[in-house]
């Protein structure tokens, strides 16, 4: 029996990709071996890899200048490549500050480079996306970062920002093949896989081609864009069974109509919540309505005492990690692509028929 699991991350898998990677457990396509126990230099699992590269460039739309790496570290250890990686010759970057994980992002960049922040949300807590008529960008920047959906937060762009001649630099691990997204407007684009794509171990960086080779001397090869795009992210071993378990989110995907149909159910799945968040003073969501994610969905009970007894309700009725993170405290509901729409709509069944009860 499967259970409504809302994390944040790890999250929720899509059922069919879970009895698929069941099946093909001991004996994947009659080779006789597991995924796991196969040479990443073997004939089957470079097939499993580059059809999870194509997918993913079908599904994105990805344009031919841009090389998808298949990597670890995490979005975490991302965040202190992508000065490594970027800097040139130049020695600062813009930062957009738009919450937790912005603010990670900068701290790790700081030990690099220098970091200018050039637009901030801290004066209305993390609640909005600076609007892009008050950033004040650096034309001498190596690239301007931003983390175009706050995992903690709950905030998102719902618009691209404009940096000119300055490589846009995304951090898209929690709403990465949530919706269309045009790759060609940005220089970088990453993630961490355990979001919305697939297994933790996984972190995905595409990355315009003429960004490549510019790696401080210092960049660990296993981390340098360049060598790992030359050596198709094999120039050490790279996470296979995650790779291949991306490989079936991203035939999922494509059987279930590719982005723009996971965008409508994602659009319908967000509004669902929100709208009943909207008409009750019970709970609340303080992200200004234009920002708002509709993959991370943070409230908070208007009475904070109910908390222990809303989740253990929740729990009862077979829905775990509702708890926010501690950084806002409060509810957090993520709602990735494999959450159905069904958990969403027995979210709000419950989070109504506790509002009865207690209100
Ligand atoms: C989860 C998350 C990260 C951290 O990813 P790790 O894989 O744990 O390093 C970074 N940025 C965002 C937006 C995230 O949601």
Redesign the pocket.
């Known amino acids: 029996m499967r259970i409504f699991n809302f994390s944040?991350?790890p999250a929720v898998l899509p059922e069919q990709v879970l009895h698929r990677a069941a099946e093909e457990m001991l004996d994947w396509h009659g080779s006789g071996m597991s995924v796991m126990e196969m040479s990443h230099r073997g004939k089957e699992f470079i097939g499993i890899a580059d059809k999870a590269q194509a997918d993913l460039r079908t599904l994105l739309a990805i344009p031919d200048n841009y090389k998808v790496l298949f990597l670890q570290?995490?979005?975490?250890?991302?965040?202190a490549l992508i000065p490594m990686n970027l800097l040139g010759k130049k020695t600062g970057a813009d930062y957009i500050n738009t919450g937790e994980?912005s603010k990670?992002?900068i701290k790790e960049a700081k030990k690099y480079c220098a970091v200018h922040v050039a637009a901030s949300a801290e004066d209305k807590n993390f609640t909005y996306v600076p609007p892009q008529d008050s950033w004040k960008l650096n034309q001498d920047a190596a690239y301007v970062h931003v983390?175009t959906?706050?995992?903690?937060g709950g905030v998102e762009y719902h618009w691209v920002p404009q940096t000119g001649e300055v490589p846009l630099v995304a951090?898209?691990?929690?709403h990465i093949l949530s919706r269309a997204v045009d790759v060609a407007r940005y220089g970088v684009i990453y993630?961490?896989?355990?979001?919305n794509i697939g297994p933790?171990g996984l972190?995905l960086v595409i990355v315009r081609d003429d960004l490549l080779g510019q790696a401080l001397p210092i960049t660990p090869s296993a981390f340098n864009w360049k060598e790992q795009a030359d050596n198709d992210s094999m120039l050490n071993t790279p996470p296979t069974y995650s790779i291949y378990i991306a490989g079936l989110v991203f035939e999922w995907l494509l059987a279930e109509g590719g982005i723009a149909a996971m965008e409508k159910k994602n659009i319908a799945k967000a509004a669902l919540l929100y709208d009943y968040l909207d008409q009750t003073g019970f709970y609340s969501n303080p992200v200004a309505p234009g920002d708002r994610s509709r993959m991370?969905i943070p409230f908070k009970l208007k009475d904070e005492s109910l908390n222990e007894a809303f989740l253990k309700g929740a729990q009862k009725n077979d829905m775990v990690q509702l708890k926010g993170h501690r950084a806002v405290g409060g509810m957090r509901a993520s709602i990735y692509n494999a959450m159905p729409l069904e958990g969403v709509q027995a979210l709000v069944a419950y989070m109504k028929e506790f509002e009865r009860t207690n209100g």
């Open positions: 944040a991350g570290g995490g979005a975490m250890a991302e965040n994980w990670k992002s983390c959906n706050e995992t903690i951090d898209m691990s929690s993630g961490g896989a355990q979001k933790a972190t991370n």
